[in-house]
């Protein structure tokens, strides 16, 4: 696949984009579970595939901003709705889950 939207943390990038541009530090805050290194990864993939921009201000210290770019915009309804799916299907899911937990492990 040219572009990595579907990975476990660009997803959750461009929501925390959603409202505006944000800097590094503030990113971390909502995706603590992400390392430094993984949260960057997932950055410059994004600004790669034309997700997001990043502005460097000439500033002391340096302040380095994220923000979605519009076709990063585009991606906010599929997440949305994509959330929504799961939300609406969660008990499925889970009941699914148990189901071939109890038939692989002999449980049940």
């Known amino acids: 696949m040219p572009i990595k939207i579907g ?3 660009s997803a959750m990038v461009v929501l925390c984009l959603e409202q505006g541009a944000r800097r590094f530090s ?7 579970a992400a390392t430094p290194k993984v949260l960057t990864q997932t950055l410059r993939a994004l600004e790669r595939d ?12 340096v302040r380095v901003e994220y923000e979605l770019t519009a076709l990063g915009r585009t991606l906010l ?8 799916w ?3 299907h969660m008990p499925t ?16």
């Open 7 to 9: 990975d476990k943390w």
């Open 26 to 32: 503030e990113l971390r805050i909502p995706l603590r």
């Open 50 to 61: 034309g997700m997001i921009t990043r502005t460097v201000h000439a500033e002391v210290p």
């Open 77 to 84: 309804e599929p997440i949305a709705a994509g959330r929504r």
């Open 86 to 88: 799961a939300e609406d």
């Open 93 to 108: 899911l889970f009941a699914a889950r148990d189901a071939h937990e109890n038939r692989t492990t002999g449980k049940g």
